[in-house]
Nanobody, 126 residues
Framework: QVQLVESGGGLVQAGGSLRLSCVAS????????MGWFRQAPGKEREFVAS????????AYADSVKGRFTISRDNAKNTLYLQMNSLKPEDTAVYYC???????????????????WGQGTQVTVSS
């Protein structure tokens, strides 16, 4: 049974920073792409960032480009999301997701991920 456990969310003022972590169980983490998604109240879940299995290729939603950085440590089975210059519109529950395709490049499509974490709340006050 694969488990993804996010942490690092919280309340922060606009302009501040947070670092999210996602620890994955299992031995296949290092060969799979990973992604971060978020869902704000009353809105659809949306893509935030993805990273390929080596960590050498990343992609971001336009709304976070230049402010957020996705990274991974395959030795620790951990995915990260460094969030800087946070805005009130970044307020959402953030989910990490494990890609379904070994050696994949990652995707903005939620259907390309087959395991999801329980989410961590990020609230940015103005």
């Amino acid at each position: 049974q694969v488990q993804l456990v996010e942490s690092g969310g919280g309340l922060v003022q606009a302009g501040g920073s947070l670092r999210l972590s996602c620890v994955a169980s299992g031995r296949t983490f290092r060969w799979l792409p990973m992604g971060w998604f978020r869902q704000a109240p009353g809105k659809e879940r949306e893509f935030v960032a993805s990273i390929n299995w080596t960590g050498g290729s990343t992609a971001y939603a336009d709304s976070v480009k230049g402010r957020f950085t996705i990274s991974r440590d395959n030795a620790k089975n951990t995915l990260y999301l460094q969030m800087n210059s946070l805005k009130p519109e970044d307020t959402a529950v953030y989910y990490c997701a494990r890609g379904a395709r070994q050696y994949g490049s990652g995707s903005y499509l939620a259907t390309e991920y087959n395991y999801w974490g329980q989410g961590t709340q990020v609230t940015v006050s103005s």
